[in-house]
């Protein structure tokens, strides 16, 4: 969902209508999150059984060809709900959002996750 217009119900239609044509473990996720309905889509996707998506740190980013565009879902999003699931992951989340703290600063962008906001905020209290 390069354009981030998907929901969750889209992407698993989307998804079925593949999977005439490949198996699940050809397929990834990338969704892009201008409505935030990345993560959804993430758990939507995984429930089908895909097993790999395009994240980004602090969920930087956008898309050249449509104005407007987020990032991808955040990687900070996707290994909260992943741990929270009691998926392993092999990530350190604390070590993930500092990076992300760090990008962002650089590039002067705000980070765009909303579970690194969530844990700066908790830390900064």
């Not at 929901?7 to 969704?31: C, N, W």
């Not at 998506?53 to 996707?78: H, Q, R």
């Not at 992943?82 to 989340?93: A, N, V």
Request: hydrophobic content about 40%; charged content about 15%; overall charge neutral.
């Amino acid at each position: 969902d390069t354009i981030g217009v998907g929901t969750p119900l889209k992407v698993q239609r989307a998804l079925q209508a593949a999977l005439e044509y490949a198996d699940i473990t050809m397929l990834s996720g990338h969704f892009h999150d201008t409505y935030g309905q990345a993560l959804s889509n993430t758990l939507a996707a995984l429930q089908m059984g895909v097993g790999e998506f395009d994240t980004s740190v602090a969920g930087l980013g956008g898309c050249p060809y449509a104005k407007g565009a987020t990032g991808n879902v955040s990687t900070e999003d996707v290994v909260y709900m992943l741990h929270g699931m009691g998926i392993s992951t092999g990530i350190d989340l604390e070590k993930l959002v500092v990076a992300g703290e760090r990008i962002s600063g650089f590039l002067k962008r705000p980070n765009g996750s909303n579970v690194a906001r969530a844990l700066i905020n908790k830390r900064q209290s």
